[in-house]
């Protein structure tokens, strides 16, 4: 038989791609908006809304967006999403006002929304069971990857293209992936010509009993109509311990990627550049972990067998290491110990990412599109609240104190949650219930 033409892998690297587009596009706004408040009069409470817009737009998409991928697969939504929030990401640059900006970041939120449940579709459909935690970990350390390399991209494009040449020159790299990908890519790696039997069959091979336990549980859960996959997405203990810990994820990552720059500018008078230059640290050390612990999932799962002991235990231990590396940044007033403690937790805050997406192919691989959808719902609402709530508090109290705390007291919650309820083994529970 042939070498396995390995093409699986290609795919992962074009959503790796996207999703450097994809994460600097939502991002980009943080180094803007000191620039765009003062142009347009803009207070702290009026800033987090424009950093919030696009939490809002998210939410709408990300829920039905996973139905969507489900329905209609990864191609056809990735390709009009990116065509879509490029477009956005160019209007803003000629945005004539706070209403305008607002409403091209809810544009933006709405075209994104889809994109990480098309994701995990893709992962669900071309890789194996054991590959998955590793080929997530690959594409979406690209989240934090995208923000370290993004910090001094999108300062720079500022500094010599003001902000508005920077959307407009952000929003034509988006458009360079769209043709790529629906060239390129197909739904199921048996369609495409870059794949040969080798490496189908090695495909097939990891997914075929997975695949026949899965029609069976969701047949089981099914019933006669819609409704049992419904309770099974929402009712499901571990699902749902899996949300709440994602949201608390979601929302450390809107904190610093909406309010870092914000915050080392107002508490350390860092100037912009210096401010793109220290983003970097965080973001970069926050890569290396998550791909680190993609990794280490399977190679604990690949020896266990235990989705518990792979996939529960990295979540509720780096969220706890990230509520405890908040609290020197409260108390320590020194620019040099705050970078080591924001870099700490947002790393530890952003390493198990992938094991959270894993967990929705391992429990519900027949409906992953929508499990994911449901997930990320959770993170579109930290989207929308994290940045509002900071900014309030930040208007209210004339400090970031208060914020660091909410974030420490929400990772110890989903701390609580992922250690009592999230038993990703116990895939049959519900029908017991």
């Known amino acids: 038989m042939k070498t396995a033409t390995r093409f699986r892998w290609v795919v992962i690297g074009l959503l790796f791609f996207i999703t450097i587009v994809n994460y600097i596009d939502r991002s980009a706004i943080s180094y803007a908006i000191p620039d765009i408040s003062k142009l347009f009069h803009l207070n702290a409470a009026q800033a987090g809304m424009i950093l919030g817009a696009f939490g809002i737009g998210y939410m709408i998409t990300t829920f039905f967006g996973g139905i969507w991928v489900d329905r209609s697969g990864a191609r056809t939504v990735l390709f009009v999403s990116s065509l879509l929030w490029s477009i956005s990401m160019g209007l803003t640059g000629v945005a004539i006002g706070f209403s305008m900006i607002y409403f091209m970041r809810i544009i933006l939120g709405v075209a994104e929304g889809p994109n990480f449940p098309a994701i995990n579709r893709a992962v669900g459909d071309w890789l194996p069971k054991t590959e998955r935690a590793i080929a997530l970990s690959n594409s979406l350390v690209a989240v934090p990857l995208a923000l370290a390399i993004g910090a001094p991209i999108a300062t720079q494009l500022i500094i010599h293209t003001s902000w508005r040449g920077m959307f407009l020159i952000l929003g034509i790299l988006g458009l360079i992936w769209v043709p790529?990908?629906?060239?390129?890519?197909?739904?199921?790696?048996?369609?495409?010509?870059?794949?040969?039997?080798?490496?189908?069959?090695?495909?097939?091979?990891?997914?075929?009993?997975?695949?026949?336990?899965?029609?069976?549980?969701?047949?089981?859960?099914?019933?006669?109509?819609?409704?049992?996959?419904?309770?099974?997405?929402?009712?499901?203990?571990?699902?749902?311990?899996?949300?709440?810990?994602?949201?608390?994820?979601?929302?450390?990552?809107?904190?610093?990627?909406?309010?870092?720059?914000?915050?080392?500018?107002?508490?350390?008078?860092?100037?912009?550049?210096?401010?793109?230059?220290?983003?970097?640290?965080?973001?970069?050390?926050?890569?290396?972990?998550?791909?680190?612990?993609?990794?280490?999932s399977d190679a604990v799962l690949k020896k266990t067998g235990s989705l518990r002991k792979a996939r529960s235990h990295p979540i509720w231990i780096s969220q706890l290491l990230a509520a405890i590396c908040i609290v020197p940044v409260i108390y320590a007033h020194n620019l040099t110990v705050t970078l080591i403690f924001v870099s700490l937790a947002v790393a530890f805050g952003m390493s198990s990412n992938s094991t959270f997406y894993a967990i929705n192919v391992d429990v519900a691989r027949e409906r992953t599109g929508t499990a994911l959808g449901v997930m990320d719902t959770f993170f579109a609402i930290a989207g929308f609240i994290s940045p509002t709530i900071t900014g309030w508090v930040v208007k209210s109290t004339g400090s970031f104190n208060g914020a660091f705390w909410l974030l420490a007291i929400l990772a110890l919650s989903s701390v609580l949650a992922v250690v009592f309820f999230h038993h990703p083994d116990k895939r049959n529970q519900l029908e017991r219930a």
């Open 180 to 296: 790529l990908w629906f060239v390129f890519f197909r739904d199921f790696p048996e369609h495409s010509k870059h794949v040969n039997q080798a490496e189908l069959l090695h495909i097939r091979e990891g997914q075929l009993q997975e695949h026949t336990d899965d029609a069976k549980t969701m047949r089981q859960h099914q019933s006669r109509s819609v409704r049992g996959l419904w309770k099974f997405l929402l009712s499901n203990p571990t699902l749902l311990a899996n949300d709440w810990a994602f949201f608390v994820f979601g929302y450390y990552l809107f904190f610093f990627m909406g309010w870092l720059p914000t915050y080392l500018t107002k508490q350390y008078h860092l100037n912009l550049q210096s401010v793109g230059l220290f983003s970097i640290l965080p973001w970069l050390l926050a890569a290396i972990l998550l791909w680190l612990v993609g990794y280490i």
